[in-house]
Each structure stands twice: as structure tokens, then as C-alpha cells.
């Protein structure tokens, strides 16, 4: 038997190298939940970003509605936050395209009308309850928005 003098020296892994490898591993199979938010005012989409993202959601969010299709599609959102009254087409223009797709299964209309909305939201829940719609009103209060989201 001989010794090899001349072998290359194998370091190990440290204690947190290791950890991250754990946690990589532990996650891939874990796909943080999505939000895709449309809302032609940067102001309240800078809102939604923060609390959700605070609260562990993948966020994507846009200011134009024509680029909705093509990001719903790519980014499989699971839950929808859409201003119902923008500049190039509105909420029931989204809504009525969505009907159409395997829609998320939480889609949250939010409006900063003060009539009641309530009426536009529930004509959009699917009769087989796959999604679930709600409705709120801007400005945003916080409490309730967290509540929201975390149902």
C-alpha cells in the first residue's frame, strides 16, 4: 500500500455553505405564491409591492393593461389585483379576457370610486366556485388588505 503525497487537499464545506445547500435544496420544490397587480397609479402598486412582498409573495406589477395578457401568461399569477377603472380599458375588459383563461384563484378588484362595487365583483364569480373574487376600495387600509391577502 502506498501513500499519494502529492493528492489535492479537499476542503469541506462550512457549517453555513451547508445550510444554504439545505435550504436550495428544500425550496426548489417550494414556489412562493404570485401576485400580479394592474393599476394605472404607481403610488398604490408601490403600496401593494411592499406589504405583499413583506409577506412573501413573487410580485409582478403594470401600469398598462395591454401588457396583462402576455404577463398573466407568463408569470401564472395566483392571485390578481386589479384597478377597475383605467385609461385604456378597464377592470370588465380584464375580467371578461380572464373568463376565458385558468384563472387564479384569487382575483381582488379594488376601485377608488366611492359607489358601491360590490354588484361588478360577485357577477364575475364562476358558478363553480373556482375562484374566489373580492373587492375593496382605495386608498388601501392596511389591516385589511393583509387580511386579504393572507386568506
Not at 502506498?2 to 455553505?17: K, Q, R, Y
Not at 403594470?62 to 377597475?84: G, N, W
Request: aromatic fraction near 10%; charged fraction near 30%; hydrophobic fraction near 40%.
Amino acid at each position: 500500500m502506498s501513500l499519494d503525497i502529492h493528492a489535492e487537499i479537499t476542503t469541506f464545506p462550512g457549517p453555513g455553505e451547508i445550510r444554504n445547500a439545505v435550504l436550495r435544496r428544500m425550496n426548489e420544490g417550494h414556489r412562493k405564491r404570485r401576485l400580479l397587480a394592474i393599476d394605472h397609479e404607481e403610488k398604490y402598486l408601490e403600496f401593494i409591492q411592499f406589504v405583499a412582498e413583506d409577506m412573501s409573495f413573487d410580485v409582478r406589477t403594470l401600469t398598462h393593461s395591454p401588457e396583462f395578457a402576455a404577463e398573466y401568461q407568463d408569470f401564472d399569477p395566483d392571485v390578481l389585483l386589479i384597478d377597475i377603472m383605467m385609461p385604456e380599458c378597464d377592470g370588465i375588459e380584464i375580467a371578461r379576457w380572464l373568463s376565458g383563461c385558468d384563472s387564479p384563484k384569487k382575483i381582488i378588484f379594488m376601485s377608488g370610486l366611492r359607489s358601491d362595487f360590490s354588484q361588478f365583483s360577485r357577477a364575475l364569480t364562476d358558478p363553480d366556485g373556482i375562484h374566489t373574487v373580492h373587492s375593496f376600495r382605495k386608498p388601501i387600509n392596511l389591516g385589511p388588505f393583509r387580511d386579504l391577502l393572507s386568506s
